[in-house]
C-alpha cells in the first residue's frame, strides 16, 4: 500500500495481505490449486531471484502448483496475499542441497537477501523480506509457548495453535530505536568493535516493556554514549527480516557534546558537521564510512545532513 511517507528497504509490500480470507481453508486451497497463482520459492531464507534484460534482478515467480511438491506441507508454506485478483504464495525450502541445482533448474538462483535487496525492485524486496520474516518466526516457535507441546500452522501461515491447550501464537516483530543525536550544526555516530574498521553508524537498541518509543531514544543515548536528551522527532520506519525488527528511525537533539561511549555497546564516539556527514555518505573521507542506503541509518544521516 503507498503512504505518504519515506520509504526504507524492506518496506512497501505492495499485496494485499487479505488477512479475512486466511481462515478460509478452502478457498486457500483452490487458490493453491489455481493455475493463475503465483509463489516465491525461499531456501534457507534465500529468495529466488532471476536477472532482468536491464541487468537487475527480479523475484522469480513459480506456479502455486508446484508449492504442495516443494513445501511438503502447510508448515512451510505462507499465504502471501493478492497481486490484483492473483493469489501469491511463499515456499520455505530448508536443506543443503540448492533447489536451484534440481528440481527448479533454470528458472533462477537463490540469492541473500541483504546482498541483493538494491538491485531488486523495492516492492520485490519488501516482499522477499515479509516472507523471510514470517519463515523464520515460525522455525523458531513451533511449540506452544504455554505448555511446551508442538504447534501447527493456520490461517495461511499467519498463526500457530496448540492443539493440546489451544493457545493461540501470532508473529512477533521486536521493535528498535535507531537514533541520530545531534546538537547544533553537528551530529553524533557510534562504532562497535565488532564492526568493519572505519565503519560509523546512528546508535540502536531495542525497547524495552513498559517503555514508549522517546524514552527508549532516551535510554539508549545515555547508556551507551552517556548523552542527555532534550527531544525527539520521527523520521521513519524500516521492517528488518534478520529475524524480525521494526527499526524506529528518530532524530534527537542532546543537551551537549560530552558523549563518552559505554565500551560495551560502543567503542567509539565521532562528531560530524552537516557537510562531514555529507562527505561520509559520499565515501569522500579516507578510512571512514557510513552504512550504505539500504540501511536506516544511511537515510537518517542523509535527512539530517540535508537540512543545513
Known sequence: MPLNAFQNTFAGNPLDRASERRGDASWLAEMQASPESLAIALWNGRPLVEKTPEGGLQIAYLPATMSDELAGGAERLLFMGLWKETAVFAIDIEGGVDPAEGPLRGLGAFEDLRAV?????????????????????????????????????????????????????????????????????????????????????????????????????????????ALKTRSVRYHSTQPWPYPSSLMIGLIAEVEDDQAAPDQTELSEVRWFTRAEARDLLEGRIDGTFAPGPMAIAHQLIKAWADEG
Do not use: N
Not at 504447534?151 to 493457545?167: E, F, H, T, Y
Not at 521493535?175 to 574498521?197: F, H, K, T
Not at 516493556?209 to 524514552?215: A, D, M, Q, R, V
Open 117 to 225: 535487496a538494491m538491485r531488486l525492485p523495492p516492492a520485490d524486496a519488501a516482499m522477499a523480506a515479509t516472507a523471510k520474516s514470517m519463515f523464520e518466526w515460525r522455525r523458531r516457535h513451533r511449540h506452544c509457548a504455554a505448555c511446551g507441546e508442538p504447534s501447527l500452522v493456520v490461517d495461511g501461515g499467519w498463526k500457530r495453535q496448540c492443539p493440546a491447550c489451544k493457545a493461540e501464537h501470532f508473529p512477533r516483530t521486536d521493535p528498535v530505536v535507531i537514533m541520530l543525536p545531534y546538537l547544533e550544526d553537528r551530529c553524533m555516530l557510534g562504532r562497535q568493535a565488532a564492526w568493519p574498521a572505519g565503519m560509523f553508524s546512528a546508535l540502536a537498541g531495542f525497547v524495552e516493556p513498559g517503555e514508549s518509543i522517546e524514552e527508549a531514544c532516551a535510554r539508549e543515548l545515555a547508556e551507551e554514549a
